[in-house]
RNA sequence: CGGGGAGUAGCGCAGCUUGGUAGCGCGCUUGGUUCGGGACCAAGAGGGCGCAGGUUCAAAUCCUGUUUCCCCGACCA
């Protein structure tokens, strides 16, 4: 009982989310600070997370014809000059190589933020005729983006991240391929990391510099602010037109090429924090928890419980990614890890378990208790991860669409976003300035235009002209 | 970039007001007893106080500069 005052716990979500969220990073082991001012150390499970990502990402970029390949890290600022929306868009958070050992360099050169000015060279020496597209490629690396302010996974000067870019002989095609990307991107979200998210398209105040469309998927964090969780842009032929990407067509017709790119990064790491976790800790999706079954043996130093508990585990690791916690701490500091870790189910198997040839699992997510026989066990354990997988993310769809409001006015979008954040839809006229004002009255943004659109009122929330689009405001990450 | 807070043992902190050569809890090591919700006993190891200057006989403690981290805001791909 006095051991129990001792053991520091996290910060209560309700009271100090950012504090939470630093503590849930830390504490479940997934990042770390480094000596590298904005950059963090991603430790092995949060690592295991990324990858799991990753794994199912890359299968289905290949699916659909995509092809990995790797640029440089450093880009020559003569490639900077090419695009110039593009370029007022990064320059302020670029960093520059200048030196070589003590030598100025003749031609400095910037470290990726992200990889246009590279793909649209190469694609200009490479295309040539319509039979060479389209380009269907995509890399895995970091990028760099000098932020002031970082925090862990959502917001780092160096982070991990898929950037893919494409080259297509029309417009149609790559707008094709921006809203086919988008919609892997949504699938994976929802169905494997169990985040709902809405679809839509940025406006022209939240694109991307340089694009000519950029969609996005935007998913609600437990807080009630909003995180861009990815996006794709179509770049038609601008980034074309600038880097002279050009090809001959069936017909000999010289024609521009069509582009786009695309990407998610590491900040969906943050993503799964932040939607899913809870007072106990972080709360993995089972599709990409690095463990998914931890078994914990109880009084194992009894005879036959640590060899029943090895056999156990051997046993599922066949089906599932499952580990055994050998440890000498107590039970419960182990379950206390489990759950703080975000292992989606636990098996605790001690003497009188093996007695009445049974163990006793607890899920994650709901903290339930199920006694189980141990016939049959790599059956019930992979149906119960499915339930898992369904059950956060239809809690997740319900808060989600608890905290979706609909607004009449600014105001009444401010007094939302003050008591109650959340996402708010509100109709809108188009015009840049209707959203400018929204910002500085209400210190919220545009997430996207959804692609399901419904009307919520008559006329603009904000100018009272005629109302165009709904779209969905929120404080974001 | 503006406002606020903080850098003392691996982690969390106290000590700075009134300078005298650093302390507590957890963790760690060893031995033993334990083991179904963060076990207990005993014996140990470990830091010179973010960094750089300055004042002083003497500086975690005072002064100056600098850097890093956290929070809020601005900015943002």
Redesign the pocket.
């Known amino acids: ?4 005052k ?4 996290i910060t209560d979500m309700n009271l100090d ?3 939470w ?2 503590d849930v990073v830390r ?1 479940a082991d997934l990042a770390d ?1 480094s000596e590298t ?3 963090i150390i991603v430790r092995p499970y949060g690592y295991g997370v990324w990858e799991l990502i990753t794994a199912h990402l890359d299968a289905k970029f290949k699916e659909t014809g995509h092809e990995n390949m790797y640029m440089p890290l450093l880009i020559p600022e003569s490639l900077l000059e090419m695009e110039k929306d593009h370029i007022e ?6 960093a520059w190589v200048t030196h070589a050992g003590n030598e100025e360099l003749t031609e400095r050169f910037y470290i990726r ?2 990889s246009e000015p590279l793909f649209s060279a190469h694609y200009a020496k490479r295309i040539q005729s319509w039979r060479d597209l389209p380009c269907l490629y995509n890399q895995w690396c970091t ?1 760099m ?8 996974f959502l ?1 780092g000067r160096e982070f991990m991240w898929q950037e893919g870019h494409t080259a297509h002989a029309t417009k149609e095609e790559s707008l094709a391929e921006a809203l086919m990307i988008l919609d892997i991107y949504s699938n994976f979200c929802e169905n494997v990391l169990c985040i709902p998210v809405i679809k839509g398209q940025k406006t022209e105040r ?4 340089g694009a000519m469309s950029t969609y996005t998927f935007e998913a609600l964090m437990h807080d009630g602010k909003a995180l ?1 969780s990815g ?1 794709t842009h179509d770049f038609g032929d601008k980034f074309a037109r600038v880097f002279n990407i050009q090809y001959t067509d069936k017909n000999n017709q010289l024609q521009y090429a069509t582009q786009s790119s695309w990407g998610v990064s590491s900040r969906l790491v943050g993503a799964i924090i932040m939607v899913h976790g809870d007072n ?2 972080l709360v993995l999706p089972p599709g990409v928890a690095p463990v998914q079954l931890m078994v914990v043996p ?4 009894k005879p036959g419980v640590r060899e029943k508990a090895e056999e156990i585990r051997a046993r599922l690791a066949k089906t599932l990614r499952c580990k055994i916690d050998n440890t ?10 489990c ?2 870790k975000g292992i989606p189910l ?1 098996l ?7 007695e009445n040839n049974q ?2 699992l ?1 899920r994650r997510d709901t ?1 339930e ?1 199920i006694t189980a026989p141990l016939d049959g066990i790599e059956k019930t354990a992979t149906a119960l991860l499915e339930e898992i997988r369904l059950n956060l993310f239809a809690r997740a769809k319900a808060r989600q669409e608890s905290q979706t409001f609909t607004a009449q006015s600014v105001p009444e979008l401010k007094q939302i976003l003050d008591t109650t954040p959340g996402f708010v839809k509100a109709m809108w006229c188009g015009a840049d300035a209707c959203e400018v004002r929204v ?1 500085e009255e209400a ?1 919220a943004t545009s997430r996207c235009i959804p692609f399901t659109q419904e009307r919520v009122g008559e006329t603009c929330f904000v100018c009272g002209g005629t109302a165009e689009k709904m779209v969905v405001w929120s ?3």
């Open positions: 009982m006095p051991a129990e001792r053991v520091e716990k989310f950012p504090q969220y630093t504490k600070y001012g904005g950059c868009g990064f320059a302020p958070e670029v933020p992200t990028v983006r000098w932020e002031k302010t970082t925090r862990p917001r939240e694109k991307f510099a861009q996006t106990n800790g109880v009084a194992a130093h000498d701490h107590a039970p419960g500091w182990k379950f206390a890890e759950e703080m636990r605790e198997i001690g003497p009188k378990d093996i163990c006793v607890v903290g208790k910002k210190t404080r974001a990450y």
